[in-house]
């Protein structure tokens, strides 16, 4: 089967449509998993061990389990209980609570990382906790989070496809019902390749700045 160009400009607008869906969905996802992923990690600190322990077990369920697994759940399952979700949100909230679980330990290792002596010197100076988290630890904690956040946001961009499987009308879900239609698949399965390569570039390249920019930072 020989490449058709005219194919290609034919298709492209609904490749478009699954690009602009599937960034959606990235950004979304990260958005709910940098909040999911910072609540995890303070509950694994709380004093409350029923608390820390309860939400570390839950982590590492979903850490165990496949995505998609996940979201079928979220989308097949969870309609038997009375809980019925758009795809695209139930696609965001799979995203969020799986990539969440890894961002958790991206925070607890930063925060962790803060030397025990700020502590100490902000309860010597008499900060409030929120004062010592908002004007001590987070400027310390956060820099060095960014590259490994930005790892996982990149590794979410590229397993997007997975929404197809629960009618997410994302790039990979365009491309299929694309080829299925025309039965043409060289095209747009080789687009949805080069979309995919082309962005995750751009993202690397991004990535290497923010590293350069806060991968140190002074103590």
Same mark, same amino acid.
């Given at each position: 089967?020989?490449?058709? !160009?005219?194919?290609?400009?034919?298709?492209?607008?609904?490749?478009?449509?699954?690009?602009?869906?599937?960034?959606?969905?990235?950004?979304?996802?990260?958005?709910?998993? #940098?909040?999911?992923?910072?609540?995890?990690?303070?509950?694994? &600190?709380? $004093?409350?061990?029923?608390?820390? /322990?309860?939400?570390?077990?839950?982590?590492?369920?979903? &850490?165990?389990?496949?995505?998609?697994?996940?979201?079928?759940?979220? @989308?097949?399952?969870?309609?038997?209980?009375?809980?019925?979700?758009? $795809?695209?949100?139930?696609?965001?909230?799979?995203?969020?609570?799986?990539?969440?679980?890894?961002?958790?330990?991206?925070?607890? #290792?930063?925060?962790?990382?803060?030397? /025990?002596?700020? !502590?100490?010197?902000?309860? #010597?100076?008499?900060?409030?906790?929120?004062?010592? !988290?908002?004007?001590?630890?987070? =400027?310390? *904690?956060?820099? =060095?989070?960014?590259?490994?956040? #930005?790892?996982? @946001?990149?590794?979410?961009?590229?397993?997007? =496809?997975?929404?197809?499987? +629960?009618?997410?009308?994302?790039?990979?879900?365009? *491309?299929?019902?694309?080829?299925?239609?025309?039965? /043409?698949?060289?095209? =747009?399965?080789?687009?949805?390749?080069? @979309?995919?390569?082309? +962005?995750?570039?751009?993202?690397?390249?991004?990535? /290497? !700045?923010?590293?350069? &920019?806060?991968?140190?930072?002074? &103590?």
């Amino acid at each position: 089967m020989e490449w058709d !160009w005219n194919f290609v400009w034919e298709i492209m607008p609904t490749l478009i449509q699954g690009v602009k869906i599937t960034i959606l969905a990235t950004l979304l996802g990260s958005v709910l998993a #940098a909040i999911v992923g910072l609540g995890i990690a303070l509950a694994r &600190r709380s $004093p409350n061990k029923a608390l820390s /322990r309860t939400v570390g077990w839950a982590a590492e369920f979903i &850490r165990g389990t496949p995505l998609l697994v996940q979201l079928y759940f979220i @989308f097949y399952v969870l309609p038997d209980i009375g809980i019925l979700l758009p $795809p695209l949100v139930a696609g965001v909230i799979g995203l969020g609570l799986h990539y969440g679980t890894y961002t958790a330990e991206v925070y607890r #290792a930063g925060i962790d990382n803060v030397p /025990r002596g700020q !502590w100490e010197a902000a309860k #010597a100076c008499n900060l409030s906790a929120s004062q010592t !988290w908002t004007h001590i630890i987070v =400027p310390q *904690a956060i820099p =060095p989070m960014i590259p490994a956040l #930005a790892n996982y @946001f990149i590794a979410m961009f590229k397993e997007t =496809p997975l929404l197809s499987a +629960i009618t997410v009308l994302e790039l990979m879900n365009q *491309a299929k019902s694309v080829a299925n239609t025309y039965y /043409r698949y060289i095209e =747009p399965i080789t687009l949805v390749g080069a @979309f995919f390569l082309v +962005i995750s570039l751009f993202s690397v390249v991004l990535l /290497r !700045w923010l590293e350069r &920019r806060y991968g140190k930072i002074e &103590r």
